[in-house]
């Protein structure tokens, strides 16, 4: 094995069960952990020498699966085994965060979760096939506080997407 091509520069303690899921914001130097019920946000030295334990986001019932940051908004978004997507604000350096939003699902889990890079959109999938694509109100920071009140639904219709009305709940 050749392990020059990768070297270990940092080892974050913190969570007392398995990781779940993880990802960095794409621009700041933050990280997203989450295990079991709570996410943690990580805040890296602009040169990623050192690492510090940031907000600790746990409002979530159930394990959270999912964790994704919008490309240009202060925003984390989290799904959950407990049906739910939550929408946080975060501070620029990870040491606060606030849920500006829930999104409730039914007794099924989300799973993942996912910004578009390019519009104003909050995809959250489901165990049971679907997902459900939220307008985000351009208050939120990428255009005050919420998403769109009714979510907007996409799904493929004889080939071609079309809106559904209704609520998939």
């Known amino acids: 094995d050749d392990n020059s091509s990768a070297t270990c520069v940092a080892t ?6 398995s990781v779940n899921c993880l990802a ?3 621009t700041l130097p933050l990280l997203a952990t ?12 602009p040169d990623g020498s050192t690492a510090a334990g940031g907000a600790i986001l746990n ?42 939003a829930t999104l409730e699902g039914d007794l099924t889990s989300t799973l993942p979760v996912a910004f578009d890079p390019t519009k104003h959109w909050l995809a ?12 985000l109100e351009q208050s939120l920071g990428v255009g005050s506080d919420a998403l769109e009140q009714k979510p907007s639904y996409y799904s493929r219709v004889k080939g071609q997407f079309g809106r559904l009305k209704g609520i998939f709940w």
């Open 12 to 17: 974050l303690y913190w969570h007392n069960n």
């Open 24 to 26: 960095f914001h794409p």
């Open 34 to 45: 989450s295990s079991s019920t709570t996410v943690r946000l990580w805040s890296f030295s």
């Open 59 to 100: 409002e979530h019932r159930g394990t959270v699966l999912s964790v994704a940051f919008h490309p240009t908004a202060p925003l984390l978004a989290t799904g959950s085994a407990d049906g739910n997507a939550k929408l946080w604000r975060f501070s620029a350096d990870g040491a606060t965060a606030t849920c500006v």
């Open 124 to 135: 959250v999938g489901d165990e049971v096939g679907s997902v459900k694509l939220y307008q």
